[in-house]
């Protein structure tokens, strides 16, 4: 194939699923060079999975459905080349990887493939052991796949798909589970593939700078249709603001503040920024990069709690599983009423586990662990469930009737709230509130993953729970649809309800935690002011955290010479606070 043909050519191309009647690719146009990373963004249920499906063949010949235009892979016809080589050329690491599996063990999952393909032994293992080194993880090489972190089943999903050298892969979603510093990792992977001569399409939910900056074409999706494509500093100029503000795209804090700049301050930017560098660059050419910035929230703040007598407290918490891992090692910590307390750390760090004894599906080794004025072992899990609530980092794992509306009602029926109209009226409350309103007869399990998060929340809500403790709130999330479930979650909290988050979404942690629990290798390293945990570049390296770019930021705008006395939780803050500054300074003179 020339250099100058593209390797994936999609001509009008509208695809209706076989449970849909409308269309959910509308006209889909779009050409991938080789050699090149491609982003892909668009909000909640805008087709970029079922785009994804377009280029191994599993639309047309897997997913049934309506068909239409064509799709060339590497000048193929996907209507006439068979799944068997297309998936050869193409490979793609799905949304929910676990769906992918089919081994029990670590290391046999990532040889299946090539042991499919017929591939010399020594080549197997060669691969094999590469992808465990590369991915973090040759010490669970032994492990069953169902036994791993969310984290740890993203980066096995992304081994599978490499170990078969495709000329191209399709990643949706692949660092959705994964700690800052593992994100960064498989980022700097993906160039390096790029570098090799490999085709990418990534699919993201948060645009980072540092992936950005290196792609060779941004791709914006909405209501099925190409909004825009081509290189990104061009498609930022253009529509960036309506990524932003209509589609609640989630775009890298410096791109938002460029233009925020150009938008709101009409300011004349000779580029939008994107990396830390450009966006320092364009605030010292706006002399903007100086004064004392005082206008905001008082960092005091984010520590008043009401700090009674703790709903659970834990004292040096020990539990080790069944392989001899030691999940929790000497764990102390409280959780107070109307908290909204985050928990953060890298994958493995014991988080999800923390939580499961919090619940009581888990009961602690040693230590002394006191759910609401009771010994854990007083509990049994169904009547602890009425006063703590999990929805679990998957959400599929806890569902258990056919359809998203029965869904909600059972959690209601098993309250013993049987009267049909209130039932009814409830349910259709919460699947307005979380827009699931036309998903009713749908399946949980056919659901995207954000939908799931959003069921799985609404399930816990209807509970009335004392604390809503969610693992990965804002998975698969949208802008729009995770400020709608933050804003969900501080109304509940206003109401008492403590709400406890496991993330790894330090974006979520700078606006909305009231304090914050770090781990690491099993311990708790630091439990209070999130404020402080992002002035400590020791403790982030220790958890493996990165501080969100807002946060560098504003460090690197006191190390020139600024003065930030108080609590900045965002970029309209931070540029509030900063005009604020510059108009009473013109204003004495200054």
Known sequence: METNTPFIKATDVFYTHWN???????????????????VLVGPGGSGKSTLCSLFNGEIPHLLGGKFEGTVLVDGKDTHIEPVKNLSQQVGHMLQDPETMFATL????????????LLLETDEIIQRTEKLLEDIQLTPFRQNLVWNLSGGQIQKLGLAV?????????????????????????????????RDEGMTILLVTRELDDFILTAADQLIVLDDGKIMASGPVQSVLAEYGQDMLERLGIWLPETVEIGLKLRDSLKLNLPAIPISMTETLQVLADQNLLRGRITNCEP???????????PLISGRNLE??????????????FDIFPGEMLAIVGRNGAGKSTLAKLMVGLQKPQQGKLTLFDHP?????????????????????????????????????????????????TQVEDWMQRLELSDFTKIHPFALSAGKKRRLGVATMLVCHPQVLLVDEPTYGQDKEMT?????????????????????HDMRLVQEFASRVLVMAEGKILYEGDPAQLFASEELLHAANLRPTLLQELLKEYQDRGGQ???????????????????????????
């Open 105 to 116: 063990y670590v290391e046999d999952e990532i040889a299946f493939g090539p042991e499919n």
């Open 319 to 332: 539990f080790s599983y069944n392989n001899g891992f030691k999940a929790l090692n000497d764990v102390s």
């Open 564 to 590: 930030v006395d108080c609590l900045i939780r965002n970029t309209d803050q931070f540029l509030e606070a900063l005009t604020y500054t510059l108009n009473l300074e013109e204003t004495n003179g200054g």
């Open 483 to 503: 400020q709608t479930l933050m804003q969900l979650m501080e109304q509940i909290r206003a109401q008492g309800v403590t709400v406890v988050m496991i993330t």
């Open 299 to 309: 960092e005091s703040s984010v520590a008043e709690i009401t700090k009674k007598y």
């Open 20 to 38: 849909q009647d409308e269309p959910t690719l509308k006209g889909v146009s779009l050409e991938i060079s080789p050699n090149t990373i491609n």
């Open 161 to 193: 798909i490499l170990a078969m050298k495709p000329a191209m892969i399709v990643l949706d979603e692949p660092t959705a589970n994964l700690d800052p510093h593992a994100t960064r990792a498989v980022h700097e992977l993906v160039l390096k593939l």
């Open 376 to 424: 854990a072992s007083f509990w049994k899990v169904e009547a602890l469930a009425e006063h703590i609530a999990l929805v679990f980092q998957n959400p599929e794992h806890q569902f258990l009737t056919d359809t998203a509306y029965d869904e909600i009602a059972y959690s209601l029926m098993a309250r013993g709230i049987v009267d049909p109209d209130e039932v009814r």
